[in-house]
Each structure stands twice: as structure tokens, then as C-alpha cells.
């Protein structure tokens, strides 16, 4: 499985996000500099109506335009549109041939509950796909 989701790349309109997964230790940097975190993106493939199809959530080095063109151009199809809350790395999709559409979503919370049906993002990943 891992092998097949390595080689499928996302296409339609795909939602993307900046995400890091990991915990704060006492001593250590909070907040996105935080060594104890890894950077992902976290992108998921929606039909026309709004429904996810797909998600992929690599690691990246960080959130620059040039990890993020490579994590493109590895994970996405050229010409696809890309859809984000307009961080400024999210850029870098166009370099890989894909479209890019910041979107002003507010606030992560209103990311997570974008669909058609206001399901939560995540939980559209994790029970329906």
C-alpha cells in the first residue's frame, strides 16, 4: 500500500494544508520552530461536489517554496488546482505546473470544516476515503 500511494499522484481541485505533528518536551522550543515537531502536508483530492477522494500527508523539510515545489512535483498532477489558506510557500505548486488559489479561510477551524457538508476535515480523511 505504501509503494501505491508513493507513485499515485493527487489530481482534481486538492486542498492543502500546513500541519506538524509531534509534542512539546519541557526545555525544548514551542510553536512551529519546535524541534520536537515534523512538518507535513496535509492534502487531500476532492470531487466536483466537495467529497474527498484522496489525502497523502508527507513530511516536508519545512514549509519553504522549494520543499514545497518538491513535495508538488513528486505528489501532485500537472495542471491540477491547489487550493490553501494562502501561505506564502504554497506558492512553490506553481512551479511544479499546478494552479494555485489562496483562499482567506479566517482560521485552521474554518479549513477543517470547508466541505459541502461541514463535515470536519480530518474526519472525512480518516472514515470516508
Avoid at 2 to 11: C, F, P, S, V
Avoid at 31 to 58: I, Q, W
Amino acid at each position: 500500500m505504501t509503494e501505491r500511494e508513493a507513485r499515485d499522484r493527487l489530481e482534481r481541485p486538492i486542498q492543502v494544508d500546513d500541519a506538524h505533528l509531534g509534542g512539546q518536551r519541557s526545555g525544548g522550543k514551542t510553536g512551529r520552530g519546535s524541534e520536537n515537531k515534523v512538518p507535513f502536508v496535509a492534502a487531500v483530492s476532492v470531487t466536483d461536489e466537495g467529497y474527498p477522494r484522496n489525502a497523502k500527508m508527507p513530511p516536508v523539510p519545512g514549509f519553504t517554496s522549494q520543499a514545497i515545489t518538491d513535495w508538488a512535483k513528486d505528489n501532485l498532477d500537472p495542471g491540477c488546482r491547489v487550493i490553501s489558506d494562502g501561505l506564502g510557500c504554497f506558492g512553490g505548486v506553481t512551479e511544479a505546473g499546478a494552479t494555485h488559489q489562496p483562499k482567506d479561510f479566517g482560521c485552521l477551524a474554518a479549513l477543517l470544516f470547508s466541505s459541502r457538508e461541514r463535515f470536519p476535515l480530518l474526519i472525512q480523511i480518516l472514515f470516508f476515503i
